[in-house]
């Protein structure tokens, strides 16, 4: 047996399904996860040894690429004075104050362990600050686990055929007004159809969680202003797209600024740290100023800080989106030929450094419109892949990313494989 088999042998005996995350599992395409031993830049090798290109990076916290060596230095750096006080520190105000100078909406934030943690306390803060209950999302979008939050939710959710959990009370899925992205008229007949008890709107306003799903000219300017209307709280959940689409996130790139931010990957630089930040006029409803209570043992944990920072600072440098986009681009009209020139239908598209394709003739708005996927030939086509050592998300319903550490030749490379791996499916 393969050294990646025994291991996942090994750790089901011990953890439900072998991993600590669903969609790691590999459910959705078969076969046995990859078991890592290391990785460096835009690759990484598995217990078997073999290398891969990666285009997950962790799910989207490595737009640097993996163990970059600044990232490395700063985190071993923290270690050495210590990795956890419960008391605050310096590393704190420091990165707060990148966030604060780089996402344009943002004039408070609260630090915390995970993307999940922020959503949670965001949706606490905007009930609170409206006195109202119900928040709206959109299906398809995923906004970490908690259970307001997992009612027609996507990632791993949606993946694994789960999107409304069970063990979620009826009382709150009451709460929660699922709608179908990009549909404007539906958020107008939720808002009237609840007078005076939508809390918030939460979205992501790029969506990854779906597959790559981008919202239609007009969606998110509509969101500000319906929310408006009706005192509700517009939150943009950029766990995935904050310092991802541009140094400032989604906000910064369309001009749309919402109430609230929450925010998660990138800033945490490869270690574990979420953010909610937001006008300071609703932040400041947080204890111990406000009466909203939020905590955390390790939030605001030095090394997770020094991480977060150290990858801040080099995203700063001139240059470094123009880059990315202009790779993710190639490798989106690569990836595109490749499809045409085989007759595959699909849809495929880009912003930044994200990217996704969906195996389907239909345009892609929403969740009803990416489940007309092909899911069985993107499982094949993702097997397909990792044989020629490219490591595409393991589900058609999960966006993709490059980092600086990507570069031409390797998108070049991927494409050849594509052309390859499409070429011997057919011949199949
Ligand atoms: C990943 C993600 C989350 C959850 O973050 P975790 O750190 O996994 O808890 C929330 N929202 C979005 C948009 C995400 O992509």
Request: with cysteine; glycine share 12%; proline share 5%.
């Amino acid at each position: 047996m393969s050294q990646n088999g025994a291991a996942f042998e090994r750790a089901q005996r011990v953890i439900p399904g072998g991993v600590n995350s669903p969609v790691r599992a590999f459910k959705a395409v078969g076969g046995t996860p990859l078991f890592v031993k290391s990785a460096r830049g835009c690759t990484f090798v598995d217990l078997d040894d073999k290398t891969y290109v990666d285009y997950v990076m962790s799910w989207g916290p490595l737009i640097l690429g993996h163990a970059h060596p600044a990232v490395v230095e700063a985190v071993q750096n923290a270690a050495g004075r210590g990795t956890s006080f419960g008391a605050p520190t310096e590393a704190e105000s420091e990165l707060a104050e990148l966030i604060v100078g780089m996402v344009p909406s943002v004039e408070k934030v609260r630090f915390c362990s995970s993307g999940t943690e922020a959503t949670m306390s965001a949706l606490r803060l905007a009930r609170a600050f409206t006195g109202r209950d119900k928040v709206v999302k959109f299906a398809g979008c995923y906004h970490g686990h908690a259970d307001a939050f997992l009612i027609s939710a996507g990632s791993g959710a949606l993946t694994l055929g789960t999107p409304d959990s069970p063990g979620i009370t009826a009382g709150t899925a009451r709460d929660t007004v699922s709608l179908a992205y990009n549909d404007l008229d539906a958020v107008r007949a939720a808002f009237d159809a609840h007078p005076g008890e939508i809390a918030c709107v939460i979205l992501e306003p790029y969506v990854g969680n779906m597959g790559f799903v981008l919202p239609k000219p007009g969606f998110l300017a509509g969101l500000r202003e319906l929310t408006q209307r009706h005192g509700a709280v517009l939150i943009f959940d950029e766990v995935m797209t904050g310092f991802r689409v541009a140094p400032g996130g989604v906000q910064q790139r369309e001009n749309i600024l919402p109430d609230m931010t929450t925010l998660g990957k990138i800033v945490g630089g490869g270690l574990p740290v979420g953010a909610v930040g937001g006008r300071s006029e609703i932040m400041e409803r947080l204890s111990p100023v406000g009466a909203v209570y939020q905590a955390g043992t390790l939030s605001g944990n030095p090394l997770a800080m020094a991480a977060g920072i150290a990858t801040l600072r080099l995203l700063q440098e001139a240059g470094i989106y123009e880059k990315l986009d202009g790779l993710a681009a190639r490798l989106i009209e690569g990836l595109d030929t490749v499809f045409v020139r085989h007759g595959v239908a699909h849809q495929a598209t880009q912003r930044g450094s994200m990217f996704g394709f969906f195996f389907t003739p239909q345009p892609v708005t929403d969740l009803a419109s990416a489940k007309t996927s092909d899911v069985s030939f993107y499982a094949r086509f993702f097997h397909a892949m990792l044989e020629r050592g490219i490591y595409f998300a393991p589900s058609q319903f999960e966006a993709g990313f490059l980092s600086s550490m990507h570069d031409e030749a390797v998108v070049d490379r991927t494409v050849a494989a594509a052309d390859d791996a499409i070429a011997a499916l057919h011949a199949t």
